[in-house]
């Protein structure tokens, strides 16, 4: 079994890498002959997402998923290509102190978010891939985003079918297929013109695109997955080239950082279940200054998803996380960046959907993230502490979640309105900052439209 599980495993990855790359640099002149993941399988996109569009699963678009892309509709070959692009108009309850970025005012700015192009596909029954290169409209700058190249084999144990995995990836949580850890979690789409808290666990993005990593998974008769990788930060050269700029003081790792996560799945009729546990164990070097050695930054979180599809393609879902992470700040310490060597930060994020028939969704999704109070590290608010929370409202509306676009099959667009609302930012309510700004002046209202061709 051993030397077949190399056979189809191992091998399918590393040509799958070059097939992914090559698409990539091929493809962009040739978009008006490449169909998406919807023609790859037969389906509309509604089989797959939440709501008719994506990145929120449905059960099925879960197994496609984990099945490293390849259920398609026949047994033609089609070569994947797709685009989106998300726009808005962002209004904060109080001018910013400052315009959020260049080119913008201080309040009530429209903006191109993001336009992307994915590589995303299956070839033969063994490897597929999902890779996006975006254009960030705010930071007017190009950088590979994210990046999930699978292999797989199926084999059977002691009578138990077992679906085995290996997955090439670019930021921990990507290749997931439950919508609670943050990679793919709430809200799915935002601004960086919206003011958001300074404090987040390693997990919640700090790696994101900033890192190489590679895990191997076992699904066990479609309840039990189990998964371990390691992670670690590529050569400058390499992340230069695509639009990663480490010298802008964000995290780098120190040697390989482990990533462990096993979740348990059932249908119960038109209902399902998940519930999981996960880790991340990242030593880090703070602001990329490597004399005093590294942080120890150890995430440990449980997760749960639950799906009901009602009367008339009515849809709802509830998830949850929870992440602990323990601080070891020794290197921040010696550097006089943090006050403690040992701190904590937690974050708790819920979610609950509504689809009514597929299309039109609202979501509340209520937030919080505390812990150790630190005057070094959170010098910049009067609390000096990490603690933010609040709501998060959205409706949202997808005509053709279900059906052809006018445009064509291909064409899918939603467009929405969000409501972010604070109790608490970064460390407190009134005056948080000692420079007379309060908490409700960051509540955010922000109409976007999403299009996906």
Known sequence: MHSRFARGLILPL????????????????????????????GQRC????????????????????????????????????????????????????????????????FTLDQASIFVAGGVGS???????????????????????????????????????????NNSPGVQDV??????????????????????????????????????????????????AGVYWSPGRHFLSALGVDLADGGAVLKGGAPYLRAAYQKNFGDQNIEVGVFGLFADLYPGDVRDAGADKQRDFGVDASWQFRGNGDNFYQLNARYIHERQNLDASFLLGQAENAHDTLQELHLDASYYWHKQLGVTLSPFVVWGSRDALLYADNRSLAPDSSGIILQVDYTPW??????????????????????????????????????????????LFTWFEF
């Not at 929120?56 to 490293?68: A, D, M, S, V, Y």
């Not at 259920?71 to 808005?88: D, Q």
């Not at 590979?144 to 144990?157: G, H, Y």
């Not at 013109?193 to 790696?207: D, N």
């Open 401 to 446: 979640g279900t059906d052809v676009s006018p445009l064509g099959p291909r064409f899918n667009v939603r467009i929405g309105a969000q409501y972010t609302a604070y109790a608490r930012f970064d460390g407190g309510g009134t005056n948080y900052d000692g420079l007379g700004h309060n908490t409700s002046d960051n509540n955010t209202f922000r």
């Open 14 to 41: 590393a040509q799958s890498s070059f097939f992914a790359i090559g698409l990539l640099a091929w493809n962009i002149g040739a978009a008006n002959a490449v169909p998406s993941f919807a023609e790859q399988t």
């Open 178 to 227: 439950w919508n609670t850890l943050p990679s793919w979690g709430f809200p799915y789409t935002s601004s960086k013109l919206a003011p958001a808290p300074a404090a987040a666990t390693v997990m919640s993005g700090t790696l994101a695109q900033r890192v190489l990593g590679t895990s191997a998974y076992a699904w066990w008769d479609s309840h039990i997955y189990t998964e």
């Open 126 to 168: 063994h490897f597929g891939g999902f890779s996006q290169f975006t254009y960030d409209g705010v930071d007017r700058s190009f950088a590979w985003d994210q990046l999930d190249l699978r292999a797989t084999a199926r084999e059977t144990i002691a009578g138990t079918s077992v679906l085995f995995g290996l997955s090439l």
């Open 46 to 109: 509604s089989a797959c997402h939440v709501g008719g569009l994506g990145p929120q699963l449905t059960p099925f678009g879960r197994q496609f998923k984990i099945e490293g892309y390849t259920m398609r509709e026949g047994k033609n070959f089609t070569i994947p290509l797709a685009g989106m692009i998300v726009a808005s108009f962002v209004h904060t309850e109080k001018d910013q102190p400052s315009p959020p970025a260049a080119h913008y005012g201080v309040n009530d700015n």
